[in-house]
């Protein structure tokens, strides 16, 4: 469990102020890339402004209050604030740097030619301006800042760490040099001497929430939780409204397994700021743990109208707790919702479309399903999904058809073969369905359920031996030579024998080379020789693309579009295996074959 380090955020101008969340779109844990944030936001506070507002103008030099300076020191000041406010910090440097010709004893002058120095990009010259302020005035709180800075940014966390030393050695009420000081130590595990820094300033000032607020942090960090917890109740004592202890705190108690008062401290994060997201998100969640549907729900409605670029994300989880609930309309309309921002997305597909058939819209539930791509992890599902849609509807081929196209994607997913085997079961086709779980079986054979289903097949049809020994057929043949397996598979199917075992040959053989053209032609074949004619096309033309010199898998291909009656494009395959090998005199009386109208 990770905790937030930030700043509290209740005043948008504090120095000290950072985001207590991150990212809305990003899991409710604190980055470990926030420290980085947390020390950036802390050393740009140390810049030096244009002009301190106790000084005015007359300030610009220690002997002001005694002598009267040059008009040309107040130009070129002037001058160098309106390069600054053009952002051409080269203007501005040349301005400053005449300026201090005319008065070279001028700390806030020299801090500024740093600051200039910082904005172009060169820190060292900026540390060397900085470092010439530190020894003009020791006691100069503001170089001992831009120095930090400095030194941070290179990566001299030691000599960074010297200097916020010394501010609090010069100011002890300077509550942001302990905290920097202390983040940096943190930074390098140096856990105790980052507590001890934060103890001192609680010595200075035993009511700084903040200080109390890090320690906590620290204490986490080092495993003790209960020191943890009193410093993060400690700082709510001090200061009620204090966010980001209650942030970590309910962190805290979800890492010791304490929901319900975690889930108490965000519903308090809630009450003192309606608006804080990540922690109606987080709250959310935990309703959902605790099987708070309605609450739960109400949150994420919450978020998802104040927060339309989520829309996708929140109405995503707004219809699956819908769904829970049953409330099939609401959920429909979530996902809608969901898919109307992200028409691909998988998930918002595969429940859209369940939803869809619950209230009766079958059409475009098919629709849904068909959608879902077939890299998607809910392919095999919304295929199902499909059939029994389809099956309901009495079109049993189709839902058939459907099945298979989805083995030629997902030949392993054994779900797929049981689910067509029940398909051909229903028609008490229970040769065929037996054809089907052993292609399961092959793929997977010590799949228990599909195995005990096809004990169940077997019974069926009265062939109670043959389930083992149909069994270890199986094993028997499960070899790895590709070729081999192509070769008898496509033989058998050229010559109208053995369909069903030369698919299952076939399918071996591509799942070990699945992008050979020649194997991916055999399945085609086997295909066509079956009158699937729909899916030997869809494999030819693969097999086409990966294997475009090869006539004969464009002769296939061109019977296949023939069987299909698409004759236009069956002669252009003929036309191409005729260009590849002008030797075969078949090619040209199937041209010849072919009328066009």
């Not at 020994?469 to 081999?484: G, P, S, T």
Request: charged share 30%; glycine share 4%.
């Amino acid at each position: 469990m990770e905790f937030l380090h930030m700043s509290d955020n209740r005043d948008s101008n504090s120095p000290a102020q950072a985001r207590t969340f991150q990212d809305f779109s990003s899991p409710f844990t604190f980055n470990k890339a926030a420290f980085a944030v947390m020390l950036c936001t802390a050393l740009a506070a140390c810049a030096i402004p244009l002009m301190p507002a106790e000084h005015g103008v007359q300030g610009i030099s220690k002997a002001d209050n005694q002598t009267k300076l040059p008009s040309a020191v107040y130009y070129h000041f002037l001058a160098a604030q309106a390069c600054m406010g053009q952002q051409n910090w080269d203007c501005a440097l040349r301005e400053f740097e005449t300026a201090l010709a005319y008065d070279n004893s001028s700390s806030y002058l020299h801090l500024q030619v740093a600051q200039m120095y910082i904005f172009r990009g060169d820190m060292e010259k900026a540390a060397a301006w900085a470092e010439r302020v530190a020894q003009i005035d020791p006691a100069s709180t503001e170089a001992h800042y831009l120095l930090g800075r400095i030194y941070a940014s290179q990566n001299r966390l030691d000599d960074a760490m010297k200097q916020y030393e010394t501010i609090v050695s010069l100011n002890p009420p300077d509550e942001e040099a302990y905290f920097t000081l202390a983040m940096l130590q943190q930074q390098q595990k140096r856990h105790d001497d980052a507590s001890a820094i934060l103890k001192k300033l609680l010595k200075v000032n035993p009511r700084s929430e903040t200080a109390w607020f890090y320690l906590g942090n620290i204490h986490m960090e080092m495993g003790k939780i209960r020191k943890a917890s009193r410093c993060y109740l400690k700082a709510l004592d001090i200061e009620p409204a204090f966010e980001p202890a209650y942030v970590n705190l309910a962190l805290l108690y979800e890492s010791l397994g304490d929901i319900k008062k975690a889930t108490a401290t965000l519903e308090k994060i809630i009450e003192l700021n309606p608006d804080n997201y990540r922690a109606r998100d987080k709250l959310a969640f935990l309703y959902l743990k605790q099987d708070r549907l309605k609450e739960s729900l109400d949150h994420y409605i919450y978020i998802r109208d104040a927060n339309p670029q989520f829309t996708e994300e929140l109405s995503t989880k707004i219809g699956l707790i819908y769904y829970d609930l049953e409330q099939w309309n609401d959920a429909e309309r979530a996902f809608a919702a969901a898919a109307e921002k992200n028409p691909r997305n998988d998930r918002v597909q595969y429940y859209h479309g369940i939803t869809l058939a619950r209230i009766d819209r079958k059409y475009e539930a098919r629709l849904a399903f068909y959608a879902v791509p077939a890299d998607s992890k809910f392919y095999t599902q919304s295929r199902v999904q499909l059939g029994y849609i389809l099956d309901e509807a009495d079109e049993r081929e189709q839902a058939r058809q459907v099945i298979r196209e989805a083995l030629a994607a997902r030949k392993e997913d054994t779900d797929l073969y049981h689910f067509l085997a029940t398909l051909f079961e229903k028609d008490l086709r229970f040769e065929e369905a037996i054809v089907v779980v052993k292609e399961g079986l092959a793929v997977k054979p010590d799949d228990e359920e599909l195995l005990f289903y096809m004990g169940v097949l077997y019974d069926k049809a009265r062939r109670f031996d043959e389930s083992v020994q149909v069994m270890q057929d199986v094993l028997r043949l499960n070899k790895n030579h590709a070729e081999a397996l192509n070769f008898i598979g496509y033989s058998w199917a050229d010559r109208d024998m053995n369909l069903d075992e030369s698919e299952k040959l076939i399918k071996k053989a591509l799942k070990l080379k699945p992008d050979d053209g020649y194997i991916i032609d055999s399945l085609g074949w086997v295909y066509f020789k079956k009158g699937l004619i729909d899916d030997a096309i869809s494999a030819l033309k693969k097999a086409v693309l990966l294997a475009p010199k090869d006539a004969t898998i464009a002769e296939h291909l061109g019977d296949a579009y023939l069987k299909n009656n698409e004759k236009d494009l069956a002669r252009q395959m003929y036309e191409k295996a005729r260009e590849l090998d002008p030797a075969k005199e078949q090619l040209k009386a199937k041209i010849n074959g072919v009328s066009v109208k």
